[in-house]
């Protein structure tokens, strides 16, 4: 069955970029502007920043766009941020070409093309930007300017996924679970969001679906794809609320996989109801001690 959503508000779908990921580490004027950034200096940057541009300094060009399109030391404009913007973009940098597509996707400065975002989030995603393929699997996913194509979707998302994005492994995570594209396979879906869950989440203003913290802490409350077990749940929904799963989730994501409709803290609070005070202290422990670190897995190979 093909499900196409159409959905004005398309947030949930997108990674909100930041001004404070928007350059590399660079000596020199390049990241003496980036510091002025960070600090509120505007006057700074932008006088160093339009040294730059005037020599042709492609990072410098995306930075300026970003500041109009922020409002960071000058009036906000959207247009006036594309177009800077884009002047990066024609040059090939994929930063760039991300951004341009985010714009397009929303409308922001120019009339609002999904098709045309996602002609860009390729340019950048053919790159190896890890948020623009990303990006370019939801589009598939969501067919927002392209046909629904889970095939290709889950394409981009295994690439993002082996440059270890966490979106997109607890994305692939919740295809096993679902059985969406995938055969439903339980101890599947874990394995995945027990690669996502054990680093920050790059993502967690997205509602479409739920964290993967909230994803494996659901897996051990119900035993499905391991071994039951409240204190590991409590411990994940806990760390799930704490990193900000606690919004309901965007019906498109109800819709498409059945997502939950419990926040963290609901499932936390139904959980600890059902426990031991030693039970939800020894939960507790685990949450405080908890450190983002890489999960090792051991393939078995065929001889």
């Known amino acids: 069955m093909v499900v196409v959503f159409r959905n004005p508000f398309i947030s949930f779908a997108v990674t909100l970029w930041t001004l404070a990921s928007v350059l590399p ?3 020199g004027p390049l990241e003496d502007a980036q510091a002025a950034v960070t600090i509120g200096d505007y006057v700074t940057a932008l006088r160093l920043l339009g040294t730059l541009a005037d020599q042709d300094n492609t990072d410098a060009e995306r930075l300026l766009g970003i500041m109009y399109i922020k409002g960071r030391g000058v009036p906000q404009d959207y247009a006036l941020g594309m177009r800077w913007m884009r002047i990066a973009a024609d040059k090939g940098l994929p930063d760039a070409q991300h951004d341009v597509g985010m714009l397009y996707q929303r409308g922001w400065g120019v009339e609002r093309n999904e098709a045309e975002a996602v002609k860009w989030f390729r340019l950048a995603a053919d790159q190896g930007l890890v948020v623009a393929q990303n990006n370019l699997a939801d589009t598939y996913i969501l067919g927002l300017g392209v046909l629904q194509d ?4 889950f394409k981009w998302y295994h690439i993002a996924a082996d440059q270890s994005s966490s979106y997109a492994e607890n994305v692939i995570g919740v295809a096993y679970e679902h059985g969406l594209y995938v055969a439903q396979d339980d101890a599947e879906a874990f394995r995945w969001y027990r690669r996502a869950a054990n680093k920050i989440y790059e993502r967690p203003g997205d509602t479409w679906i739920h964290s993967p913290q909230y994803n494996i ?4 409350a119900s035993g499905r794809g391991t071994n039951q077990d409240y204190v590991r ?5 806990t760390l799930a609320a704490a990193f900000g799963d606690t919004k309901p989730p965007d019906p498109l994501g109800i819709k498409l996989v059945d997502t939950s409709k419990y926040t963290a803290l609901e499932q936390r609070d139904r959980l600890m109801a059902l426990m031991t005070s030693a039970q939800i202290t020894e939960a507790e422990r685990l949450a405080r001690e908890w450190r983002p670190h890489p999960v090792l897995t051991i393939e078995r190979r065929e001889k």
């Open 233 to 237: 749940a409590l411990m994940w929904f």
């Open 25 to 27: 580490v660079n000596a």
């Open 217 to 220: 802490g659901a897996m051990y």
């Open 150 to 153: 889970f095939r290709e979707a």
